[in-house]
């Protein structure tokens, strides 16, 4: 089953304690994307990735990191998490035609006290 | 640069009435157009998606949408609005990826759905 596997499903952490969630896709999707969802906002990518060793920065990067050192994994990683970044987090992968729908995973619901 | 606009983040609708949500995008150049739907506590999941072919496209659930070029328009409708279809709805446009493009997926706010009974 072509699937998107994010975990955890949910997370509560505090202020500074790094954490990371992972992302894993059965499909040999070259794209993979990280998105923030927030009331009002809608989906804000945080950072993305063509392939292996090549990713790039979303719309609000600031205060993630991500690697991509396998074509299958893109872990979401943040070093000192913040309340702000309190949040719904949705991983996604597709081809990169772009002509072909996004596979999402079933996101993780962050929260940082 | 593309980027999405859906007007209204909140429409509400009652049961067996027209269902339209509202998308515009702009785009340096033909773009592919989705529409995603979330239930709650769900990820997304594609309703439909124009990608070049006809310009009136069927989806899942009875959902279809129009491609209007000239009103740079992508509208989702369906007759009749059912209780199962209260859910928050994205629009989103790609480029695709060559060496001009990212092939970035850009969404729209997002519509959230609600139907009376």
């Known amino acids: 089953e072509a699937q998107v596997t994010q975990n955890p499903r949910y997370l509560i952490t505090v202020t500074g304690k790094k954490l990371t969630v992972t992302c894993s896709q059965n499909?040999?999707?070259?794209?993979m994307s990280w998105y923030r969802q927030d009331p009002g906002l809608g989906l804000r990518q945080i950072y993305y990735?063509?392939?292996?060793?090549?990713?790039d920065k979303g719309d609000v990067p600031e205060g993630y990191k991500v690697s991509r050192k396998e074509k299958r994994n893109f872990p979401l990683i943040l070093e000192s998490p913040s309340p702000n970044q309190t949040s719904l987090y949705f991983c996604?992968?597709?081809?990169?035609?772009?002509?072909?729908?996004?596979?999402f995973g079933q996101g993780t619901r962050l929260t940082v006290v | 640069a593309q980027s999405v606009t859906q007007l209204g983040s909140h429409v509400s609708v009652s049961e067996g009435a027209l269902v339209l949500l509202r998308c515009n995008y702009s785009?340096?150049?033909?773009?592919?157009l989705f529409w995603y739907v979330q239930y709650p506590n769900q990820g997304l999941q594609l309703l439909l998606k124009y990608t070049s072919a006809a310009t009136l496209v069927k989806g899942i659930n009875g959902f279809e949408a129009e491609f209007k070029k000239s009103e740079t328009s992508f509208h989702l409708t369906k007759p009749s609005a059912h209780m199962s279809d209260a859910a928050e709805y994205f629009c989103?446009?790609?480029?695709?990826?060559?060496?001009?493009?990212?092939?970035?997926?850009?969404f729209g706010q997002g519509t959230t759905l609600q139907v009376k009974p």
């Open positions: 499909m040999n999707h070259e794209y």
């Open positions: 785009s340096s150049v033909p773009p592919y």
């Open positions: 996604a992968s597709y081809r990169k035609t772009g002509n072909t729908e996004a596979f």
């Open positions: 989103a446009v790609s480029e695709g990826m060559d060496s001009s493009n990212t092939g970035k997926l850009i």
């Open positions: 990735s063509m392939n292996v060793e090549v990713t």
